[in-house]
């Protein structure tokens, strides 16, 4: 079983819903990232996602563009991403660590190579945007030789085919795009949400993770009484960028917003549970 299945059955013993940040690796500064993916498991971080930052993000907005180009001012490529993952392990050998990114930087190092360099760094899966199921076979089965999840992604306008086709490859957990449009647009309806990822759960057993429009406790709330992870980006990121200056103050930033949501979805579960 993969860390991230582990974890995920381990929250559904315990009535809990998994919050996942996501933050880019390098930004502001590569110093600042292994600290701050403590920081946010101190705050109540179920698993990371750690963005890979890269030159064309087609699925990102603005606030998480920025962010990708100011970890490529600083040089930060896919190996040192990893190396940052390696960094974290030795402290904490048991929080989920989930690579987002785009195929690029995956190509240019070889698939078999990265699922190698991934594992021994100590990731555990991968979630890359631009790879559609129909494509993927290759990738698939070289982190799967690794014990390595693939992680894909569902909209709004995902078809039934569609669903059907991700459920025949993906593992770990299915991330749904909430709204239309990139990272950090549009307004969340939860009774859609709600709807989409029952349809969801009936074609793919694995849990689903809600992200995109999740931006204050209060959402993050809404979200946890319908998905089994609240996956939040755009929130985490914009307040990284303020903070960009004063990098020392990241850490501790994150850590009070994140403490935030995990006690607004502790007690959505909660009361879900009476």
Do not use: W
């Not at 087609?58 to 180009?69: C, H, K, L, N, T």
């Amino acid at each position: 079983m993969s860390r991230i299945a582990a974890r995920f059955e381990q929250l559904r013993g315990k009535g809990r819903t998994a919050l996942i940040p996501f933050v880019t690796a390098g930004d502001p500064g590569p110093e600042v990232t292994v600290p701050l993916m403590h920081a946010m498991v101190a705050a109540g971080a179920d698993l990371i996602e750690l963005g890979v930052p890269f030159s064309d993000p087609i699925a990102d907005g603005p606030v998480i563009q920025r962010a990708g180009e100011r970890a490529l001012a600083n040089g930060v490529s896919l190996e040192d991403v990893m190396g940052m993952v390696r960094s974290f392990r030795t402290e904490d050998p048991d929080t989920p660590v989930v690579l987002m990114g785009y195929l690029n930087p995956i190509e240019v190092m070889g698939y078999e190579r990265f699922a190698v360099a991934a594992h021994e760094a100590g990731v555990d899966g991968a979630l890359v945007v631009d790879v559609p199921p129909e494509e993927g076979h290759d990738l698939v089965a070289a982190l799967r030789a690794q014990g390595l999840d693939l992680v894909y992604l569902l909209a709004p306008t995902s078809t039934e085919q569609r669903i059907g086709l991700i459920g025949e490859v993906a593992s770990g957990f299915v991330y749904y795009v909430s709204v239309k449009g990139v990272t950090g647009a549009g307004h969340l309806d939860t009774g859609a949400v709600a709807e989409r990822v029952a349809a969801i759960k009936a074609r793919i057993p694995l849990p689903v993770g809600v992200g995109f429009g999740i931006k204050d406790a209060d959402t993050a709330a809404r979200v946890a009484g319908v998905a089994d992870a609240v996956i939040v980006g755009s929130a985490i990121v914009g307040r990284i960028e303020d903070l960009a200056k004063t990098p020392e103050r990241i850490p501790g930033a994150i850590n009070d917003f994140l403490t935030q949501l995990r006690a607004a979805i502790d007690g959505a579960d909660a009361r879900g549970a009476v």
